[in-house]
């Protein structure tokens, strides 16, 4: 059997929700919701829980889960950070709560899932952005409690599962299959090629340690090294992955957004010789001035200039500097028919910015819906290391796989975001370890 069948005397959108995402997307269960808690009673066939606001009240000896009231009668208010803390400290998070017999988890699971899946947290008001005007990992409740890096949804999801499994032993469950999607961000398409020739020159100045590989590009002597993709396509193809492009096609002429890939003969015939059935997906790098703006004209232009060149539509994304502000970020990828997005991470710190390791669909606060946006949560991103964490190449590596080690414990998805720059410049063995990142 494979059928779940719950009964809540209140079951809001919220709720919903997040109980889906445990039951089906999680363990490959099918949730029933029952009308009454005589018909959950009467039901056989199925594995049965009571969801209970009420913890004392269970009085059908029926397997319960405690649901508190901020997810069943949900408020359009968001929490002050004073009480939030309270309501996560005291109910949602894994915490002493009132305990009876029946009571598989002793925390309200769906609100902790809901919180968490939902980024509640980024829409309190108050929060200190950083420089970019950005979320940062160290606002977050997982980075307070020390969480940040295990992708804890997954978590509470197998222990809830091992109980029900101890209750119905009859219970088939359909997990996920551990999965890995490697994706890579175009900013600048050349290292020298494509710029004036007063940049070209400036750079030999400006970068002496690459002084070499510059002048041997300006001479024509060698291919432009940030021009890696089919290398990188090469690898992938060998250990039976696609490779996922972001374009980032904006120049705004800022410091930010000012890339240099399209138009250029070099990718428009290599986007043309592609084979995009087995070999390649394109998506959007959404530029930081329009995600950080909302500027849905800008964004729309973008995302109109790539489809023309690669000739096809676009229906994925990931913003330029993990640049996301919620709900407007979302909110106008929706109406732009982004399908998929991969933006859910942080740019200061490795790890599950969702508390997730499974893709889930956005839900839309102010609406109270559902959207038909996925979000893949990304596991980490290269420059995290360098850029932020200031760790060297092999303990960048060696910090990548733990985290791949813990989505595959948890049947997750592995999303780790490289740059083509990276290749270019990082040492002499990162293709190896980027390979044996993959392979294993
Ligand atoms: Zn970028």
């Known amino acids: 059997m494979n059928k779940i069948s719950l009964y809540s ?72 950070a004073s009480e939030l803390e309270n309501k996560w400290q005291n109910t949602m998070f894994p915490a002493p709560s009132p305990a009876n017999d029946t009571l598989l988890l002793n925390f309200d699971i769906f609100s902790a899932v809901f919180f968490l899946l939902s980024r509640y947290e980024e829409y309190r008001k108050n929060i200190s952005l950083d420089n970019y005007g950005r979320f940062p990992a160290t ?5 307070k409690t020390g969480e940040l890096q295990k992708p804890v949804i997954n978590i509470w999801a197998t222990v809830l ?77 060998l250990l ?24 250029s003969k070099k990718y428009a015939e290599f986007l043309k010789n592609s084979n995009y059935e087995d070999d ?18 800008f964004a729309q232009n973008e995302k109109s200039f790539l489809e023309k060149f690669v000739q096809h539509k676009i229906y994925s994304n990931r ?8 709900p407007q970020t979302y ?27 499974t893709p889930f669909h956005w839900y839309d606060l102010s609406n109270e819906r559902k959207t038909t946006l996925k979000i893949f949560p990304l596991t980490c991103m290269d420059t995290t290391f360098s850029r932020y964490l200031h760790c060297t190449e092999d ?25 083509n720059e990276t290749f270019a410049l990082g040492s002499k063995k990162i293709w190896q370890q980027y390979e044996t990142l993959l392979a294993e």
């Open 9 to 80: 005397q209140t079951v809001s959108p919220r709720l919903k929700y997040a109980a889906q995402y445990i039951f089906e997307d999680l363990m490959g269960l099918m949730p029933y919701w029952a009308s009454s808690a005589e018909e959950l009673a009467a039901m056989s066939g199925t594995a049965k829980i009571l969801l209970q606001n009420n913890v004392a009240g269970n009085v059908s000896g029926l397997p319960s889960l405690y649901v508190d009231d901020w997810i069943l009668h949900p408020s359009n208010e968001i929490l002050p």
């Open 139 to 143: 606002a977050s409740y997982l980075h």
């Open 161 to 237: 599962r091992e109980k029900l499994q101890h209750v119905y032993p009859s219970l088939k469950f359909e997990l996920p299959q551990f999965e890995k999607i490697p994706t890579i961000d175009i900013d600048h398409g050349f290292l020298v090629k494509n710029k004036p020739f007063y940049k070209q020159a400036g750079g030999l100045i400006k970068y002496p340690k690459q002084f070499l590989q510059r002048l041997s590009v300006m001479l024509g002597l060698r291919e432009d090294p940030f021009f890696n993709l089919s290398q990188i396509i090469e690898l992938h193809r």
């Open 240 to 263: 039976g992955l696609k490779s996922r492009f972001f374009f980032h096609c904006a120049n705004y002429k800022n410091s930010i957004d000012n890339a240099n890939v399209l138009p």
């Open 280 to 297: 390649i997906e394109i998506g959007l790098h959404l530029s930081y001035s329009a995600s950080f703006s909302g500027n849905r004209t």
């Open 319 to 326: 913003n330029h500097f993990l640049m996301l502000s919620l």
């Open 331 to 357: 909110t106008m990828l929706e109406s732009m028919h982004i399908i998929d997005d991969y933006t859910m991470g942080y740019a200061d710190c490795a790890g599950f910015r969702a508390g997730c390791c």
């Open 395 to 419: 303990e960048a590596f060696e910090k990548m796989t733990e985290l791949r080690e813990k989505v595959r414990m948890a049947n997750g998805v592995f999303i780790p975001l490289f740059h």
